[in-house]
């Protein structure tokens, strides 16, 4: 029986510690052997007045979350050669992710990484150490460098 190589997860948002556990899962799956999977959901305002403002509000969470999963790949490719699987599913960011991980057992390890800030670690983080998940996850201290990032996987 073949083993499947490891798939890697990153969520892709505009956060600053998004590109560590971009550049980590990266490193980490061409180390391995593994791949990489990118998801950055379309999530939509709340302003559901009119039917045709709510699918413009849709049609442009889509291209926002296109456009910045597609930036994502290119870094992937270029760091690895590596050519990401992109999803973009539609909801919340952490409905997303459960749905996500409960649909696709290739996912091996979540990769995240925390913030700097003083709020705490994130919403992702946190989800992940206050719940018990289905899944392994490795968080990327958020204000590690890239050669630091590059020595660790």
Do not use: Y
């Amino acid at each position: 029986m073949a083993v499947q190589p490891r798939k890697f997860l990153v969520v892709i948002d505009k956060t600053p510690e998004c590109h560590m556990a971009l550049r980590f899962a990266t490193r980490r799956a061409q180390h391995t052997g593994g791949r990489v999977t990118l998801m950055s959901p379309a999530t939509p305002g709340e302003f559901q007045q009119w039917r045709g403002v709510e699918e413009i509000m849709k049609d442009e969470a889509h291209a926002e979350a296109e456009a910045l999963l597609h930036a994502a790949a290119k870094i992937v490719n270029d760091l690895s050669g590596i050519i990401p699987e992109l999803v973009i599913p539609f909801g919340t960011v952490t409905d997303c992710l459960a749905k996500l991980i409960k649909e696709d057992g290739d996912i091996s390890i979540l990769v995240l990484a925390s913030a700097t800030a003083k709020e705490g670690p994130g919403p992702l983080v946190a989800m992940f150490t206050s719940a018990v998940q289905a899944i392994p996850v490795t968080i990327v201290p958020g204000n590690f460098t890239n050669d630091q990032i590059d020595a660790l996987a």
